[in-house]
């Protein structure tokens, strides 16, 4: 029996039914077209050939799951598990954090289907974390238990931002200055870059599409704006990886760094990474990756799907 699954984020809300562990009938959908989450959904079903309709559904939302009812973080949208399961005629409905579903992604992905940053070796039976930039920061952690891997989701992308040389504390400080507080998120996020792009060259906010294209390009400016941006990302994966001992690797994800390979790979990421002054030796033994697949949330839930 097929069940409904879904990554609810920020942007776009990707669908897909979970049949034997896999995602099957992959779609994705703009946000902003629609008024809530089971218009989304609604409009998945109505339009789904070839398939039996599903009974349940497993969803992924960016947004803190406290309860039966919640609101999205990036995006103006209140969730009730018990109006989608009415309007949806399911049986059930099951939500969890959207970083807590890519956690669930990180056992079954392929080779091919992330890129290894730097040196490190992976330790069997340990934590692995996951984390990654794209509307908002998100982070969570999957750990070993005696009947399967458990992921535990968190808000870690709102903890406060270290500053490590004095260009960053100069951003901080003004991004502080303009916000009231700079958590992670706040500069290393898709509004982060262009807010780091902005106060980095004294000039207008640049969407952050815009300044990865012309990155890639090889314009000046923007080349060095996400290379501030990968190096924080650096100090954040860090920080994840001693606080959670995550021994078993470090993975990044999120709708930003996954298109920027190339780059991120020649980045000063690693080398950040490992500089954490008498911790030097326990990071430089942590593999960390870049996830390359193409829908890896979705993965994840039809791999806890399965289960």
């Known amino acids: 029996m097929s069940c409904l699954i879904a990554d609810i984020g920020g942007t776009n809300t990707r669908c897909a039914l979970a049949i034997d562990g896999q995602p099957v009938a992959v779609r994705t959908f703009a946000n902003a077209e629609f008024d809530g989450a089971h218009a989304v959904l609604d409009r998945y079903l109505a339009e789904l050939e070839g398939y039996a309709r599903p009974a349940s559904a497993l969803l992924a939302v ?15 949208w209140v969730i009730s598990l018990a109006e989608l399961q009415t309007s949806l005629k399911l049986r059930d409905v099951r939500v969890l954090n959207d970083f807590e579903a890519l956690a669930y992604s990180l056992p079954v992905l392929a080779d091919d289907d992330k890129l290894q940053i730097g040196g490190g070796r992976r330790r069997d039976n340990s934590p692995l974390a996951v984390l990654g930039p794209g509307t908002g920061l998100g982070v969570a952690q999957l750990v070993p238990t005696d ?14 931002l270290p500053a490590r040389n004095a260009t960053e504390a100069t951003l901080i400080g003004q991004a ?17 870059l262009a807010r780091l792009h902005a106060l980095l060259h004294a000039e207008k906010s640049a969407p952050p599409d815009a300044i990865t294209k012309t990155a890639l390009a090889g ?13 924080l990302l650096g ?16 993975f990044i994800g999120g709708g ?20 954490a002054g008498p ?29």
């Open 62 to 76: 960016a947004a803190p799951v406290t309860g039966n009812e919640f609101r999205m973080v990036n995006l103006d």
């Open 147 to 160: 009947t399967g891997w458990l992921a535990v989701a968190g808000e870690g992308g709102h903890v406060s």
């Open 219 to 231: 314009e000046a400016r923007a080349a060095q704006s996400l290379s501030v941006f990968f190096e």
């Open 279 to 307: 911790n030097h030796d326990y990071l430089r033994d942590i593999p960390t990756y870049l996830i390359t697949a193409e829908q890896p949330a979705l993965a994840g839930l039809a791999s806890l799907a399965d289960r």
């Open 176 to 192: 502080a200055d303009r916000n009231g507080y700079c958590s992670a998120e706040c500069l290393v996020s898709g509004p982060g």
């Open 256 to 275: 930003i760094v996954p298109r920027l390979a190339e780059l991120f790979a020649r980045s000063g990421f690693r080398q950040r990474f490992e500089s």
């Open 235 to 250: 100090t954040v994966a860090a920080n994840v990886a001693l606080t959670l001992g995550a021994r078993g690797g470090v």
